[in-house]
């Protein structure tokens, strides 16, 4: 069990206890089948749809199996947490579950959606500048000055056991259906999700590969496995997945990456685009750019995948603004 | 059991046969929750999405478990059916599955997603005026030219008993839940769906009140209960739900109804279309106009359905073209 969730790796009890914290809290996602991706791909995909999730994205699960485990004494003084914005979500309904005060860093060209529901959920954002200024500095002088818990989006094993639950539903559903995956595909950015998805596999279905998805541009999971250490992105943003824009992969979720996963795939803009206008089209689904990104990778290595038996996709959100949502359903869909 | 589907009512029986049949064809669709959709009505509301169905909605549970009784001596000469659009998806998907030619007579207006899909499953697509042709004449006239057998839309047992097939998961799902629904409501057109749903109920869940969605100026069915007798609707189209506007209820649909409906209500254009808006921004479901038409008379009419307990909405379609839904989802959801 994780007795410093700052420098532990979870395993396959910490994961089921989390998703014992979880029920009646988080919604234990299905797993869906569509005849028309599985006629594109040419193998039977299975779909964790985690755009249905409470507040729209897996992110609710890590941070409430997180920040219900705040001390009673440390929480009146709130918590406070810097994300892109679905991270944002999973903390402000968390916290706002609990009675907690939320802070969250953001920055300013964050989807207006997410701004928007984070605040709606409660919390108090403050906005910041991605290139002028740092989230960490900022989120480090709110704790300091508060004494606020800081929240972390990846590099937390209780944040890593919460998503897992993920992986937890997705391998149990699968044994109750008779159903092996040969391949799994989970996008990744501080690899929260994907090392969580990826330790319940270890346990439950060792036999699937792992497989990371990754923007083009923002492929530091991919580069960091090829060279056994941890490589950073360039900087700027190349990429309209903005859920998936961290500099590096988190520090303990890389140790789980080295050990379990087989590789990774990215993705062009126009890439997410079309699976975003194919979740649309044919699953009947709202996904974000860097939700809809394993789907990009499935639809453009489909010989890859559909060697290796049925295959399992992770949908990790769905929070996009109309805009961008109209930009990508105006495309045919790939065939 | 039935034995003469144009004439007989279904059974829980019959639709407990038609399970076994969809088996390994259709999808199992979820119960789902969304804390945004709770924190509006002020009850917990349970969405059946419909829209996740094989096919986009949930005429292919009618269409497989009508099609797949076809004598092996019939099957040779084909399937026929008239359809503003969904129904044909699954009269399409179904008979290629099969192997069987299909036939579908399609308003000229119908969406275009919808023509494309049909045509994508392999039917030959017969396009007609709404104004000045009888979609019914046409189709009688393949059959007689062809001898195929035509799959109507409703007034079949068979067909009503395979759409029962969602009420038969809804109510066994939630008694796993634990879940007892104070009311459900579902779109309704020809009655189909509808019917086939309170069948179920009125086995699993007789005190669970059973409520139709309509669109305003196709109310027909509202109307038929409210005169104990079956009324149409004026001539002409004053709804954007393209699926929901059948003239007036099936002849043995209509007899559920009378037997098993509380009444309804019905919602206009930008009722649907807010609806479409809330389900993208929140519920993160791809829901067509007619498939919202439930979430739409929730929403309107909050204060009577919260009064009731917990809900259940079956959202019954998502064949929807891009333009249809970017238009919706410019629109500010209803808070």
Chains 1, 2 share one sequence.
């Not at 910041?128 to 929240?151: F, H, L, M």
């Not at 595909?185 to 279905?205: P, Q, R, W």
């Not at 941890?230 to 890389?254: C, H, K, M, Q, W």
Request: glycine share 10%; charged share 20%; net charge neutral.
């Amino acid at each position: 069990m994780i007795t410093d969730p700052l420098a532990d790796l979870p395993t396959l009890e910490d994961i089921e206890d989390a998703a014992a914290r979880l029920q009646g809290i988080t919604v234990h996602t299905p797993l869906l089948r569509n005849e028309a991706l599985d006629a594109v791909v040419g193998a039977p995909v299975w779909i964790k749809p985690e755009t249905l999730q409470r507040t729209g994205s897996f992110k609710m699960r890590g941070a409430w199996n997180r920040i219900s485990r705040i001390l009673e004494a440390d929480r009146p003084r709130g918590v406070v947490a810097f994300s892109s914005g679905n991270h944002a979500q999973g903390v402000a309904e968390s916290a706002n579950i609990l009675g907690l005060k939320a802070t969250i860093v953001m920055p300013a060209d964050a989807p207006r959606a997410k701004i928007e529901a984070a605040r709606g959920r409660g919390a108090t954002v403050r906005l910041y500048d991605r290139v002028k200024e740092s989230r960490e500095g900022i989120a480090a002088e709110i704790a300091a000055q508060t004494g606020a818990t800081t929240i972390r989006p990846f590099d937390d094993a209780w944040i890593m056991a919460g998503q897992g639950t993920a992986g937890l539903e997705a391998a149990t559903d699968a044994k109750r259906k008779g159903v092996a995956f040969g391949s799994l595909i989970c996008n990744a950015s501080g690899g929260g999700l994907l090392s969580g998805i990826a330790t319940a596999f270890e346990a439950l279905s060792p036999e699937t590969e792992v497989w990371a998805a990754e923007p083009a541009g923002h492929d530091d999971t991919i580069r960091s496995l090829a060279a056994g250490r941890i490589v950073s992105n360039d900087p700027g943003y190349r990429s309209i997945a903005d859920a998936l824009l961290t500099p590096e992969p988190g520090v303990l979720p890389f140790e789980v990456h080295k050990r379990r996963l087989k590789g990774g795939f990215a993705a062009t803009n126009d890439e997410l685009l079309d699976a975003m206008s194919f979740a649309f089209h044919h699953l009947k689904l709202v996904v974000e750019p860097g939700g809809a990104c394993s789907l990009a990778v499935l639809l453009n290595n489909r010989a890859h995948f559909a060697a290796r038996g049925p295959v399992l996709i992770i949908l990790s959100g769905g929070n996009v603004d109309a805009d961008m949502f109209t930009q990508a359903i105006r495309r045919t869909p790939p065939a």
